[in-house]
């Protein structure tokens, strides 16, 4: 986009020939800028700028049109001054990429997730009830006294509910592991996979000798949800 200062700092800098000659102009000026404070908003921008010099005054209103962001080139001119506003963490670029978006991924995906936690969280309600009666029927004095259980220690005394509610709740959860289906979320890996060549592979979807090049596999399945396409003039 074009940038262009304001036609008032021309006439209070004056023409000059050299980078160095203008400088020295506007640093014997008295100015300073009030504008917005700094937010993630890269095509807004007000600010005022009052200049008080000996026979120079006035108000310079800035906007947008005269603000390069941080990272911009300037071209086709061989110098120019300029004014920091922004620096450091407060730029426009730095606060608007903060917000790091997640990776994005298909309802599919989001649904198998959400199973998959309520899965765990089920196991885990069982191995504690399992690990619960385990101590209980352990514990008991009348299985102790059937010695083919094999219910006390060397000394023949019961061991300790609480470890044996501990023991037995991580036994249980080793023999309830196959409850989350982990070749599950493998398979469906496998089968994006291929969808991919399929992708690939598709005559209908060459241009100009160029095949379908997929950059991601976790949204084939949303591809047969799409309604409607919203395109501007140049897509």
Request: proline share 2%; hydrophobic share 45%; charged share 20%.
């Amino acid at each position: 986009k074009t940038k262009m200062a304001p036609n008032q700092s021309f006439k209070l800098v004056g023409q000059h020939e050299t980078m160095e000659q203008a400088a020295l102009a506007a640093s014997a000026l008295d100015m300073y800028c009030e504008c917005e404070l700094p937010n993630e908003f890269l095509y807004t921008f007000a600010g005022n700028i009052t200049v008080n010099a000996q026979g120079k005054k006035g108000n310079i209103s800035v906007d947008e049109q005269h603000l390069l962001l941080r990272g911009c080139k300037v071209k086709n001119i061989a110098w120019c001054l300029g004014s920091v506003i922004y620096s450091g963490k407060e730029t426009k670029i730095m606060m608007n990429s903060k917000k790091q978006k997640g990776r994005k991924i298909s309802h599919l995906e989001r649904d198998v997730g959400k199973l998959t936690c309520l899965i765990f969280a089920i196991q885990m309600v069982l191995c504690l009830i399992a690990a619960i009666a385990s101590a209980i029927f352990e514990t008991s004095e009348e299985n102790l006294r059937k010695k083919y259980l094999n219910l006390t220690d060397a000394n023949g005394n019961a061991r300790n509910a609480l470890l044996v509610l501990l023991i037995r709740f991580f036994n249980f959860i080793l023999l309830f592991s196959n409850f989350i289906p982990i070749s599950l979320i493998v398979s469906m890996s496998f089968a994006k996979l291929a969808q991919i060549f399929f992708f690939y592979a598709d005559n209908d979807m060459i241009y100009q000798g160029i095949h379908c090049m997929p950059r991601t596999s976790d949204l084939n399945e949303e591809l047969g949800q799409v309604e409607y396409v919203f395109s501007d003039k140049t897509g």
